[in-house]
């Protein structure tokens, strides 16, 4: 029922841009923590940045190569979250996933402990 769908992913050259978007249906979206996570090898995984509030009023990036450069933004009126990504580099390079955060810890597990992942989708970024 619970159901998040990745999109917008793709190849890019370094230096280049990319937006991400996230759909979500099936849960209460407004009081929900959203999170943006990578995965650039089999058994690594990082989160990047979390959401929340109605508005998305409440932030936060984990990750210091990530700030200053990604964006996380959230529109409950569309049930969506989104995920801009500037002056990317090659070693972002990974699969990207939305989820339901679902609770603690700040890390990969808790999404699947308590809450719900994506799909997600590839990004490349090539020199």
């Known amino acids: 029922v619970v159901q998040l769908v990745e999109s917008g992913g793709g190849s890019v050259q370094a230096g280049g841009s990319l937006r991400l978007s996230c759909e979500i249906s099936?849960?209460?979206?407004?009081?929900?923590?959203m999170g943006w996570y990578r995965q650039a090898r089999a058994n690594e995984c990082k989160l990047l940045a979390t959401?929340?509030?109605?508005?998305?009023?409440?932030?936060?990036y984990w990750i210091g190569p990530v700030e200053g450069r990604f964006t996380i933004s959230r529109d409950s009126a569309k049930k969506m979250v989104y995920l801009q990504m500037n002056n990317l580099k090659p070693e972002d390079t990974a699969v990207y996933y939305c989820a339901l955060k679902g609770g603690w810890p700040e890390d990969c597990t808790a999404p699947t402990k308590h809450g719900t992942w994506g799909r997600g989708t590839q990004v490349t970024v090539t020199s």
């Open positions: 959401i929340e509030g109605e508005k998305g009023e409440k932030v936060k």
């Open positions: 099936g849960f209460t979206f407004d009081d929900s923590q």
